[in-house]
């Protein structure tokens, strides 16, 4: 089953630390939703009260539609996967994963079948009969996740389910979980810190910091058009570059930089129609940056000297420091091919439709 | 690199700390099988007689009953309310938490003379009279306080995400306690039954102030050790230091080995 989930400005405040601050969000059914930021941001606190671990100090959760307001953990039709599993430690995987349905009063023999079929479906069913302290970090993530679905929620909440794990388990896990939720269509709530993690499995990503939502879109969306600084910082490495807006013609915008002007469209302005004098913060993915023009519509953003580079696979990973504004170290992503020679010179070019500019009072929250 | 001389007197000095615990209860042991009046040296050979005395005679057999009985069934109610207690305590926010955890671990500090004629008074002024009960009241009395502590020492943050685990699972709280909270505290909840079986097992102060017809085998023994040493009474005490003996290595064996298994 599945059903979708409306937020309606919900606070939660602990003594005098404003952990939630009117948070509103409408999540549809049969969603994957992220909720992306830092340690301390509130999202494992919305994700309690969505599960009604926490009563929220004011405001509204609905599940289906419905006011979760008074309803208890247990008859919410909502599940959760913890991070540290969670597991019952003296059950075996098969008594773990019929828990739900036995205390839905399903027989033994029929939550025994159901709990089979459940496990065979993250390829443990040969371990039924163990129990969780015989099994790796990674098996006892699956029955943790096949537990929470196995009493059919509507709504699946994940508690950085992955953090414990490998890199390379980690990978493969979201993977699964990815799969595992196209299939049974319920919608997922899934809390992490890693953005990376959060690009790789949401359908949306809802970045949040401080008990607010900072932006709230598709992985490609938030991370090419954030709207504002602090989700262009949180999303990936970016080069902020402090500016001021000195003209407008024909929607067209005149920024004043330190490295000269740049002319800017109305699209770069993710966080709305600026104003001619307003401060501006532009932000340049180190992918962007490039150094040769291959393609026209690229301009010089400015000549610069190489400070290191590093080989990471993909790309050069290289600091340079422009010779106008030596303090403004720039970090690029320069294609495999090129050729970098630290202490070396080279012009860096930038695509003024891939620049993102925002309003600059946030910058250094 | 051991010096032979330090090795000597480690040696030494582990043969004499045992001797000197074990000692007497090895000398009373072998002089149970004493063939002869007297428990004492010299040993004149093996014999069986004195069990064969002691398991025929009713009177110590029936105390035995009695002590068995009372040691398991204060044990049982011992532990049910420390349980109680330390779930209540660790999970709930309640008033002066720390208070309330002092004045159940309190009796502990009292002396048993103390608390039997406590009771006494207790149970003299309100008519209840003294019977096994009363002993039985006795013992829930100096061993709930160790129940507690024991279960209480063993709950802990990670078992309250598997509880609520449970609880978004559908489970209500008294499902959580008996399904989950329970079982997975049973390693301590078994360690605080056994070791409470043991000490209301050999408790005689409590048992002897608190108990009038019917009595625990402490008491019994206490009344045949009036009429004088006689190998008997070192019969029956080897096989309560039997009885004792094998509790513990249950105890060894099945709860304190098993530990640890639910961790990570």
């Not at chain 1, 919305?46 to 289906?64: D, H, Q, R």
Request: charged residues 15%; glycine residues 8%.
């Amino acid at each position: 089953m599945t059903a979708n989930v409306t937020l309606q400005k919900i606070t939660k405040t602990f003594a005098d630390f404003t952990a939630l601050n009117e948070v509103s969000l409408d999540i549809e059914a049969g969603e994957f939703i992220v909720l992306l930021g830092p340690s301390g941001c509130g999202k494992s606190t919305l994700l309690s009260i969505i599960g009604g671990f926490l009563a929220p100090t004011s405001g509204k959760v609905l599940i289906g539609g419905e006011d979760m307001s008074s309803v208890p953990p247990s008859i919410r039709p909502t599940t959760t996967m913890f991070q540290d599993y969670a597991l019952f430690p003296h059950m075996t995987l098969r008594d773990n994963v019929s828990f739900g349905l036995r205390m839905r009063k399903m027989g033994r023999a029929e939550r025994g079948k159901k709990a089979d079929e459940f496990l065979d479906m993250v390829g443990l069913k040969a371990s039924a009969s163990r129990k969780p302290h015989e099994l790796s970090g990674g098996q006892r993530q699956r029955v943790a996740l096949v537990r929470a679905l196995a009493v059919n929620p509507d709504l699946l909440l994940l508690d950085e389910p992955l953090g414990a794990l490998d890199m390379k388990l980690r990978r493969q896990m979201q993977d699964e979980l990815k799969t595992i939720q196209r299939e049974i269509g319920t919608t997922f709530i899934h809390v992490t810190h890693d953005q990376e993690e959060a690009m790789a499995i949401a359908d949306r990503i809802v970045v949040m910091n401080d008990g607010v939502i900072e932006g709230c879109g598709k992985p490609a969306d938030i991370y090419m058009y954030p709207q504002s600084i602090f989700t262009a910082g949180f999303m990936g490495e970016v080069n902020f570059i402090p500016g001021k807006i000195v003209a407008e013609q024909d929607k067209r915008f005149q920024v004043e930089t330190v490295f000269g002007p740049m002319h800017l469209s109305l699209n770069s302005f993710t966080a709305g129609t600026p104003n001619v004098g307003d401060e501006t913060t532009l932000c340049i993915r180190p992918e962007q940056l490039r150094p040769i023009s291959d393609n026209t519509e690229r301009v010089t953003l400015c000549r610069a000297q190489v400070v290191d580079g590093a080989f990471v696979g993909t790309h050069f990973r290289c600091h340079l420091k422009p010779e106008n504004a030596p303090e403004l170290m720039l970090i690029a992503h320069m294609p495999q091919s090129t050729q970098l020679k630290a202490g070396g010179t080279i012009d860096v070019l930038v695509n003024p439709a891939d620049i993102i500019a925002l309003p600059s009072k946030a910058l250094g929250s | 690199m051991r010096n032979p001389l330090s090795a000597l007197f480690s040696w030494g000095y582990f043969v004499a700390i045992y001797s000197f615990i074990f000692l007497p209860i090895a000398v009373l042991v072998l002089f149970s099988f004493q063939d002869g009046r007297l428990p004492i040296p010299p040993f004149n050979g093996v014999t069986f007689k004195w069990y064969a005395e002691v398991f025929a005679d009713s009177r110590l057999m029936s105390a035995l009953g009695n002590s068995l009985t009372v040691a398991a069934l204060s044990s049982v109610i011992a532990c049910v309310l420390g349980f109680c207690a330390a779930y209540g305590l660790a999970r709930y926010r309640l008033p002066g938490t720390a208070f309330q955890r002092i004045l159940l671990t309190a009796p502990m500090t009292v002396s048993y003379l103390i608390i039997a004629l406590g009771l006494l008074v207790v149970f003299n002024w309100t008519g209840i009279r003294l019977s096994l009960w009363t002993v039985g009241i006795g013992h829930v009395v100096i061993n709930l306080p160790l129940c507690f502590a024991i279960i209480y020492a063993s709950m802990g943050d990670h078992q309250k995400n598997i509880e609520r685990a449970a609880r978004d699972l559908g489970a209500n709280s008294f499902q959580v306690m008996v399904l989950i909270t329970a079982p997975m505290l049973m390693p301590s909840i078994l360690a605080a039954f056994f070791l409470s079986v043991t000490f209301s097992w050999d408790e005689f102060i409590i048992s002897f102030l608190l108990s009038r017809f019917d009595v625990t085998l402490p008491v019994e023994i206490w009344s045949l050790l009036r009429s004088g040493l006689n190998p008997k009474t070192n019969a029956i005490g080897s096989l309560v230091f039997l009885i004792s003996i094998v509790s513990l290595i249950v105890l060894e064996l099945f709860i304190f080995r098993g530990r640890g298994k639910y961790d990570g």
